[in-house]
């Protein structure tokens, strides 16, 4: 009786799977269907720019410099209104036609899909294929059904002017700043019976005593002068056409990192310059002038001039001459003239002072033209 029963068993669990094995092809599934649909990520993975320079010699040359994500601007999506841009423009010489970007979308999202310039055609997005941003763009992201979509427009902003160098505009006499920080510390300098008025750090002040022999420096305001210490007992000070500049030491904070430039003596080829790390915090020792000695393997030192003037703009220190700007970026030892950094374009300076005012401008004035600029960097 066993033995009928378990056979029974056994047919009847075959006739149920063969049952669910016949079913029709023709029976619904159920299928979720997700309307999530959004870009959730945008980024620039490759744009190439195209540099133009120009050598010593004058010749023209450009070069390609291709960008990748990490100098690249950030991107902003705005969910509501549905647009994707940059807020720090690229440079114009950078070339939106071909473009790479990595574009990411919600979880339960389906294709990504760019529309032509021109007609309405569609093509799947790929991070691989290279975009044409030289003009606004829509992309669409589509629901997991394909049934449905949603649209941004991507607008890619560049400057409209050539940036790394500086744009140049003719101000009036009026609007240069004025000065009244050396006028006052010459009077204190003349005051105290010293020869000419160096210049200010953040927390000292320094002039050249009468002779021109040693740099003397006042820690209060100028009510009492003193010498300063100077490496090889003031050898090689500069007698004639000087300039200072006082700016931010990066290492070190509480610390001023001047410099001084000036000719040594009629005929010399070369600058004779000068720093010194001016250090403030509590338990600092004390520093000392010393003298950067010019090179033979070092081209680029500071060429003598009858009219430099020193500032610090945009994290170096430019030395600005009627004939040209030179940049440097170590402390005094190297001098470089660059594209960036050059003079207004039909100018002929002879009597050129320069200064930079709390907007991060720069300021040209030739003293016997009466003629003045402002320049912004634009990067």
Known sequence: MKRYIS??????????????????????????VYDDMAITGFSLSTVNRYIHTTSKSGSDSIYKKTLTSTSLPTFTIDQTLNMIYNTDSLPKDCDLKHVLATISSSTYSGDIVLKTIVGDTLYTYSSSDSIDFTRSREIRVYNNSLQKYRSYEVAINQHKVETNKILWEQMSTQDYPADETTEKWEKIVADAGLGTFIGTGTKEAYAFNADRTKIMVSKDEGVTWVPDS???????LPTGNIAFVSYPFASNDDTDYQLLVGNFSEGETYCSVWRKVAEYAAGSQPCKWVNIPVEGYNPYALPASSDYCLVYFHGQVLAISPSDIRYCLDGGITWRTSDKFALPADTNFSDVEATTDAEGALWLRDNDTNTVWRGILVE
């Open 230 to 236: 100077i490496d090889g007992e003031g050898l090689l």
């Open 7 to 32: 056979a029974l068993c056994v047919l009847l669990s075959g006739m149920l799977l063969y049952t669910s094995c016949l079913k029709s092809d023709n029976d619904s599934y159920d299928v979720t």
